[in-house]
Structure formats: C-alpha cells, structure tokens
C-alpha cells in the first residue's frame, strides 16, 4: 500500500514545484514542502516503522480519524525539534534511528543478555538504514534537503578475552 496517494504527475508538470498543501489536502507539517516530495518522505516514514500508509491513513487520505495519524504529527515535530536544537539544524535524528522498522520502538536494551546476544544484534544491520534509503532526499523542512547514504558498518575494536580464575 505504500505509495497509493496519487502523486502529482511526472515530467515536468508546474504542479511539481508547488507546495504540497497546495495539491493535497490537510497538510499540517509539510507546508511548504514541494508536492513531489511529499510521497517519498511519506514511503521513509512508512518504512522506518514497517508499517503501510493505512497504519495512519484511511481511505480518505485527509481524514484524521486514525490515533496514530495524530501520533505521527508529534513524532514529527519532536524529530524536527531535537535536530534543530540539540544538532544545529542538521538531520541527525530521523524515524528509523529509534523505530528501526518496527511500529512500537524498543525502549530499553534488552538487560541480562550475554554479550554474544547483543553482538548478534549489532550484526543483524541496526546500525545501518536499509538499501531502499539510499539516494532518498530529505524534506527541507526536516533540516535541509540532503542525500541518505547507507551507513557504513563500524568496525570492531579487538578487545582481549577476560582471563578466567
């Protein structure tokens, strides 16, 4: 279902450039936000919770019936206020950083887990934004249009084993 909102058309089209409250309706956040750009910010939101637009859209894509529409809203503007504030304007905190594919982030690291479990995780790609991101442009709104770029894996320190007694 991601990308059913009927975009603008492609080629060229004026309509393009003009701002997405201008093409749709109910745009709250993303005044100002070119309409073309309005679909594919919605399909990285979408996909940074692993969830389909209907998880905060109806039908009626305008309607704001659904809790986790107004929900989003908050996120949204938390997301744009910790990078304005806390990183100077500059795109350091996104849906994906806490969501990481999943609807409900987890909210504490899992305690008591060996460490070859944590390492598992680390291995299975959280640190890193899925292939489908990359090349993606960030809305202006959220801190300035830029290009995501996969992460690159960190690389691990060698730590020495502990010596057993």
Known sequence: ?????AAPSQGGNP???????TVYKNIQLFKGL?????????NFIA???GVDCDYCHEENFEADKLP???KARE????????????????????????????AIPSGLPALGQPRSASAAQA???????????????VAPSWG?????RAAKPKQKLAVPARRRR
Do not use: Y
Not at 34 to 42: G, K, N, Q, S, Y
């Open 144 to 148: 300035g249009t830029q290009t995501w």
């Open 1 to 5: 279902m991601v990308g059913q909102v």
């Open 68 to 70: 986790a529409k107004g």
């Open 47 to 49: 996909g940074s919770l």
């Open 123 to 137: 291995k299975s790609g959280a640190d890193t934004l899925p292939s489908w991101v990359q090349g993606l442009r």
């Open 75 to 102: 996120m949204i503007q938390m997301v744009r206020r910790l990078n304005e504030e806390d990183f100077h304007a500059k795109t350091e905190i996104t849906c994906f950083t806490c969501h990481r594919g999943h």
């Open 15 to 21: 309509q393009e450039k003009r701002p997405a409250e």
């Open 34 to 42: 070119p309409a073309e750009e309005l679909v594919p910010a919605m």
